[in-house]
């Protein structure tokens, strides 16, 4: 199935949400607060007041992905990226077949996903906030929360030290 131009990025998230290998070389620590408590990430992420505008973490990445649709809205028929439709079904399929020590957060693991995957197809690998969510997941973490006042301020994600799952 081909997701348009920028097909070989969209299907490189497609990939990853197979297996969540982590990508020891990606660096998030310049715009990610690690936190190791799950309670805390359950917290950051459907609970957390963030700024004077008073956003949640799900308010945060629903604003951002408006731009990405509206962004998607202002191409000609031609140059829309095709079945995006099909992307959700792939990743919730994908990400609860995958091992993963995130399993409390598997719907909004396949909701992140999702939009990665619908940001790419429309603006490619570019250094927006859905690239940045991917290199999260990519360096082994669980994108939770916000910390500061949106926009400006750093991602906050949850580590989990990997069990031995054999």
Known sequence: ????HYHNQVKEVIDFSKTFKAVASHDISYFTKIINDEEKAKYYAYEDVIGEDEYAWKDI???EMSEVWGKFY???DDQKPQNLDMLLKIFSE????????????LEE????LNNCA??????GKTD??????FKIYKAG???CGWDGDYPYGSFIALYIEMKNLN
């Open 1 to 4: 199935m081909k997701y348009g």
């Open 61 to 63: 990445k629903e604003n």
């Open 74 to 76: 202002e191409l000609n």
């Open 94 to 105: 994908n990400v609860r077949s995958a091992t993963t020590e995130f399993n409390t957060f």
């Open 109 to 112: 693991i396949v909701a992140d």
């Open 118 to 123: 619908i940001n790419r197809a429309v603006n």
């Open 128 to 133: 927006n906030f859905f690239e940045k969510l």
């Open 141 to 143: 973490y669980f994108p």
